[in-house]
């Protein structure tokens, strides 16, 4: 057997406040966060579906075949989309917005990327055997024998396409085809269950996962590059207090955003992590903040290259 923490980064207990912050300050995810919400609701806990129908259909059984269709589905989300774009920080911070309208306690299991293993015939397939016994383990425990939900457990496979790249890939290894059959088998004995278990993935390269695996998902969520609304808003938060004039911000979101030659714009992380420290610290010790400043940096700097997500050949 391999050890918890060896497959899994430390489980944590959410909502947290750190988390609860993160999920925030997201900015321009406001359509997925409202769909994440009702998708990741109804797939812990079919029950929301039969009081809400309790209200508003009350000749419906709770096994009518609209409710058996969504029940049926396999607990696994997608999260695709550009490098920088939110995927890593929605997954690991949802769970605090479910946990307070589930009113519920949230598990988040973050898988190892070491848990792919190290090659050797069996070891992945084994290794993802027991990170959905462990993951199930833990989200049995979340229903009462009276079937009331007390907790939900997630878990994040981040940067997925590591784990569960096409099958069709032609030089793909038997050990990695063995891995997504462990896969699909893990996440299948989940479906329709009733145990209340969420599996994320997050990948940059959607077309490099395995279609099978593609879906399966219950839904999978699109994220992208900031537009020139919401990169003002990430900017005028960032730069909050510092008294820049609003010709400045606006100059700094035209400079990030998408140009005549085709490029796109900054990511939200090439501006949170690339163009915000290096402003303040082109500008500290001696100088202050100004738009000149501002926007050589944002040209020196350029955007993320758009990844280019085609499947493996
Ligand atoms: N939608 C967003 N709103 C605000 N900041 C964001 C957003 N998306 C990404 N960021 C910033 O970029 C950092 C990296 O994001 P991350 O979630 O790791 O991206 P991804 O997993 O999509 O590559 C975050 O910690 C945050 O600072
Ligand atoms: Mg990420």
Partial sequence: MTSTTELFHPVISLPEPVRVDRYKRLVGL??????LR?????????????RWAAANHRGVSSD???????RDRAPLLLFAGDVGSGKSALAESFG?????????????YRLKLSARGTGHVGEMTALIDEAFQKVGAEARIGRTAAGKLQA????????????????EASQMHH????????????????????????????????????????????????????NADQRRQVLSGAFEGFELADETIEKLVLATGERGDGLPGFTYSDLTQRLVPTAVLAAYPDEPITADLLITVAEDLGPTPPFSDVAAS
Avoid: H, W, Y
């Fill in 175 to 226: 050990e990695d085809r063995a891995g997504v059959d462990a896969f699909l088998a893990g996440i299948d004995q989940f479906a329709g269950s009733g145990i209340p278990l969420l599996v994320v993935m997050c990948t940059n390269r959607l077309a490099a996962l395995d279609p099978a695996v593609k879906r399966r998902a219950a839904a999978t969520f699109t994220f992208g590059r900031p």
């Fill in 64 to 70: 009518n075949a609209a409710f058996t269709l969504l």
């Fill in 38 to 50: 009702k998708e990741a609701a109804v797939l812990a806990d079919p029950a929301v579906l039969t």
């Fill in 30 to 35: 406001d359509d997925i966060k409202t769909r």
């Fill in 152 to 167: 939900v457990t997630i878990l994040v496979i981040d940067e997925a396409d590591a784990l569960v790249q096409s099958r």
């Fill in 96 to 108: 605090c917005d479910l946990a307070t309208f589930l009113d519920v306690d949230v598990n988040l």
